[in-house]
């Protein structure tokens, strides 16, 4: 396949312009900020601002996330319902970043960040250790 096109400046921030439009919003809420944890993109880039690789590879993960989440039980690593992004046999353990701020990253241990963002007031989920923050935009 080839790399996604590069959008246009007036392009949302990466939280807000999920690589499958057509995915039902909540879905969208839950795997957004697991798949750009999973990719190192913090949450407010300017879409514009990422590269075709950074673009490519946040395809890429969004694709293989949702393609784990829909296979039957028989067929994913856990018998556990619910959606799960973090390929743990553990059922307190399914999820990166989302809806767990103030916790400890999974990964290394800083605290999740979470902010209210958009019109609709959508909760975004990051670790500012693994991700960035503010000052690397």
Same mark, same amino acid.
């Given at each position: 396949?080839? &790399? =996604? *096109?590069?959008?246009? %400046? /007036?392009?949302p921030?990466?939280? +807000?312009?999920? @690589?499958?439009? %057509?995915?039902? =919003? %909540?879905?969208?809420n839950v795997?957004?900020?697991d798949?750009l944890?999973l990719?190192g993109?913090?949450p &407010?880039? =300017?879409?514009w601002a990422?590269?075709a690789?950074d673009?490519? !590879?946040i395809?890429e993960i969004s !694709?293989q996330?949702?393609? *784990?989440?829909?296979?039957? +039980?028989s067929q994913?690593l #856990? @018998?556990?319902s619910?959606r +799960?992004?973090? !390929?743990?046999?553990? $059922?307190s353990?399914?999820?990166w970043v989302?809806s +767990?701020?103030?916790k400890? /990253? %999974? !990964?290394c241990?800083a605290?999740i960040?979470?902010?209210k963002?958009? $019109?609709d007031?959508r909760?975004?989920?990051w /670790? $500012?250790? /693994?991700?960035? #923050?503010?000052?690397?935009?």
């Amino acid at each position: 396949p080839t &790399p =996604p *096109a590069l959008p246009p %400046r /007036c392009a949302p921030p990466c939280a +807000r312009a999920p @690589p499958y439009p %057509r995915v039902p =919003p %909540r879905i969208v809420n839950v795997f957004t900020p697991d798949i750009l944890f999973l990719a190192g993109a913090y949450p &407010p880039t =300017p879409v514009w601002a990422l590269t075709a690789a950074d673009l490519w !590879r946040i395809v890429e993960i969004s !694709r293989q996330q949702l393609a *784990a989440n829909v296979m039957g +039980r028989s067929q994913t690593l #856990s @018998p556990a319902s619910g959606r +799960r992004t973090t !390929r743990s046999l553990d $059922p307190s353990a399914k999820l990166w970043v989302y809806s +767990r701020g103030g916790k400890p /990253c %999974r !990964r290394c241990g800083a605290e999740i960040q979470s902010k209210k963002t958009g $019109p609709d007031a959508r909760v975004t989920y990051w /670790c $500012p250790a /693994c991700q960035g #923050s503010a000052h690397d935009v």
